[in-house]
Nanobody, 116 residues
Framework: QLQASGGGLVQAGGSLRLSCAAT?????MGWFRQAPGKERELVAAINWLGTSRYYADSVKGRFTISRDNIKSTVYLQMNSLKPEDTAVYLC??????????????WGQGTQVTVSS
């Protein structure tokens, strides 16, 4: 139900934009990441109206989550990338439409690699 894209290799300080196409525009959406040997981390989330957002402290001021409900697509704009941002990024959806801890649907990951 979720299709993520946009990962790649970028130099430190560069930018990438991830996209996640969902089957419904009424889901709350989140972007997670998982690096080798580390726990999965919620990076950013947005409610279905786009009026409420969450960011992990590690990405505040650098990453922006947004959505286009006509296209049922959520974006993660990543600027000022650092090598420690290197991870597999996954999108996930909550049926409730509001921010929360539990996600109902998961997409496949897209690799983001930031070189120093």
């Amino acid at each position: 139900q979720l299709q993520a894209s946009g990962g790649g290799l970028v130099q430190a300080g560069g930018s990438l934009r991830l996209s996640c196409a969902a089957t419904s525009s009424t889901y709350a959406m989140g972007w997670f990441r998982q690096a080798p040997g580390k726990e999965r981390e919620l990076v950013a989330a947005i409610n279905w109206l786009g009026t409420s957002r969450y960011y992990a402290d590690s990405v505040k001021g650098r990453f922006t989550i947004s959505r286009d409900n006509i296209k049922s697509t959520v974006y993660l704009q990543m600027n000022s990338l650092k090598p420690e941002d290197t991870a597999v990024y996954l999108c996930a959806a909550r049926r409730s439409g509001q921010l929360g801890e539990e996600y109902d649907y998961w997409g496949q990951g897209t690799q983001v690699t930031v070189s120093s």
